[in-house]
Nanobody, 121 residues
Framework: QVQLVESGGGLVQSGGSLTLSCVAS????????MAWWRQAPGKEREFVAA????????SYADSSEGRFTISRNNAKKEVYLQMNSLQIEDTAVYYC??????????????WGQGTQVTVSS
């Protein structure tokens, strides 16, 4: 069955960096675009970043553009989110999601369980 397992979250000071990883299994990883979303306490889940099956096309939310980088390794079946210059408002549970298409169509059919990122002042 399809599984997405995130890791790499934790507690970091404002201005610091973290890299999240998501390991995929149960499907042909290189056939699908992937994305990262996040959900802060009391807020709706929001889009962070996405990339195509090859990693050649990426897109970012305004809040993550210039600070976060999404990438993937199809051989390892992993997708990553490098987060720099973290701010307190980046505190959230971060989710890895599988897009329904090879190019990003922003419709998702599988989600990971999430990894907590907490940014302190």
């Amino acid at each position: 069955q399809v599984q997405l397992v995130e890791s790499g979250g934790g507690l970091v000071q404002s201005g610091g960096s973290l890299t999240l990883s998501c390991v995929a299994s149960g499907f042909t990883f290189s056939n699908y675009a992937m994305a990262w979303w996040r959900q802060a306490p009391g807020k709706e889940r929001e889009f962070v970043a996405a990339l195509s099956w090859s990693g050649g096309r990426t897109s970012y939310a305004d809040s993550s553009e210039g600070r976060f980088t999404i990438s993937r390794n199809n051989a390892k079946k992993e997708v990553y989110l490098q987060m720099n210059s973290l701010q307190i408002e980046d505190t959230a549970v971060y989710y890895c999601a599988r897009d329904k298409g090879a190019q990003s169509i922003y419709e998702y059919d599988y989600w990971g369980q999430g990894t907590q990122v907490t940014v302190s002042s």
